[in-house]
């Protein structure tokens, strides 16, 4: 056959060949929508199968740390509540994977009950004070008087707090500030919601990054990944958290001064 | 009775087993394991236990159709608590539906186990 050049195609052959174009991009597309459901469906896996091994890991080390089978020395001590933490910390990024995967495969909802953010707070500045006392920083929390309950997910909404408190500390050198504010959302774009304000004199994160830290799998700066090790999932998870209330969250933040992480909780009554 | 129950524990991870056994054979408890739907139904059957921890995910099928079964013959344990990696609503529905008085959802704090079973077993 004569190959036509394509100056000489008619309107009913360019339509032919465009549609053939659009009909193999859709396939390709397809494609990789399997794909990526199918990455999905294996980290889902994975992770389920993860947590197996990691409870009996965890389990008989603590069966050892608590004398169960006979007193440890202090240098036996010592090593097995390494293997515990290590075992915790493995566990948490499990369980960072899986929500990461849930997410992407739409399957995260939400049970909402009503409660006071104050007591969220207290409950992870609580947790995390010993580790913050620990590194040197200094931790504070100031709850704005008779802000509005709010109906939301008690548990993503401690995820939240718990993921951005622990990156304030984990971010600031000894002997540097963390704290916590809640209030009441003064700018009228917010609309009605609490606004929760995690803050830190840390190391601070360069202009060009406030979007990428949000991102999947994202750690800006090399140097502070390999100390800071993780799954790169803990904000994006706690952006999605925030989504799904119909809340924001963002950062500001310079270099060398610290970080303010902000998040809005929209503020509704149960009926 | 707060002590002396017999749990049975079924689980195919052999490395779970032997880690809760040890801690509840400390805390005074009779243990018998399963690792299969088949070995729990026959465990179950010829020595009726006072606490079942079930996994729910078995290499030859569904954890709570051991539940099930068991149930419908009148042997279900005293009490039954569903031990297992997968917290999504529906598991976690199917599992109360079916009876389960807890849903331990793994990495769980198994040290707390001991005194969680006697918690179960005077409230039962």
């Known amino acids: 056959m004569t190959p036509i050049r394509a100056g000489y195609l008619s309107v009913e052959e360019r339509l032919a060949a465009l549609e053939e174009r659009v009909n193999e991009q859709t396939r390709t597309v397809d494609e990789l929508r399997n794909r990526d459901a199918l990455k999905t469906q294996f980290l889902s896996n994975v992770s389920h199968d993860l947590r197996t091994p990691l409870t009996a890991i965890v389990t008989h080390a603590e069966i050892l740390r608590d004398g169960i089978l006979g007193e440890l020395t202090r240098k036996q001590l010592e090593s097995i509540c390494g293997i515990i933490s290590g075992g915790r910390q493995l566990i948490g990024m499990v369980g960072e994977i899986l929500m990461y995967a849930r997410g992407a495969a739409g399957q995260l909802s939400l049970a909402p009950t009503e409660f006071a953010i104050g007591s969220v707070i207290e409950q992870v500045a609580n947790q995390v004070e010993p580790l913050a006392v620990k590194k040197g920083l200094e931790i504070s929390v100031d709850v704005e008087n008779g802000l509005s309950p709010l109906l939301a997910d008690r548990e993503k909404i401690t995820h939240v707090l718990s993921n951005l408190l622990g990156n304030a500390i984990d971010f600031t050198e000894p002997g540097g500030r963390v704290w916590v504010n809640a209030s009441h959302a003064t700018a009228i774009e917010l609309g009605a919601a609490v606004l929760i304000e995690v803050g830190d004199s840390g190391i601070g994160i360069a202009p060009e990054h406030h979007e990428l830290v949000f991102r999947e799998f994202a750690q800006v700066d090399a140097s502070a990944s390999r100390h800071h090790h993780g799954t790169g999932l803990g904000l994006a998870i706690a952006r999605k958290f925030v989504e799904l209330h119909d809340g924001r969250i963002w950062v500001e933040s310079t270099p060398g001064v610290g970080s303010r992480f902000y998040f809005t909780v929209p503020v509704r009554t149960a009926r | ?124």
């Open chain 2, 1 to 124: 009775m707060t002590i002396g129950a017999h749990i049975l524990i079924v689980e195919d991870s052999a490395l779970v087993v032997s880690a809760l056994r040890i801690l509840l054979e400390d805390a005074g408890h009779r243990v018998s394991d399963a690792g299969s739907v088949r070995d729990a139904l026959e465990t179950a059957r010829r020595d009726r236990p006072d606490i079942m921890l079930l996994d729910l995910s078995l290499a030859d099928g569904d954890g709570l159709s051991i539940l099930e079964s068991l149930s419908a013959d009148g042997m279900a344990p005293r009490v039954t608590v569903a031990v297992t990696g997968r917290d999504e609503p529906h598991v976690i529905a199917r599992c109360k539906r079916l009876g389960c008085r807890e849903i331990l959802i793994k990495p769980m704090n198994a040290m707390a186990l001991p005194g969680q079973i006697a918690e179960w077993l005077a409230n039962d």
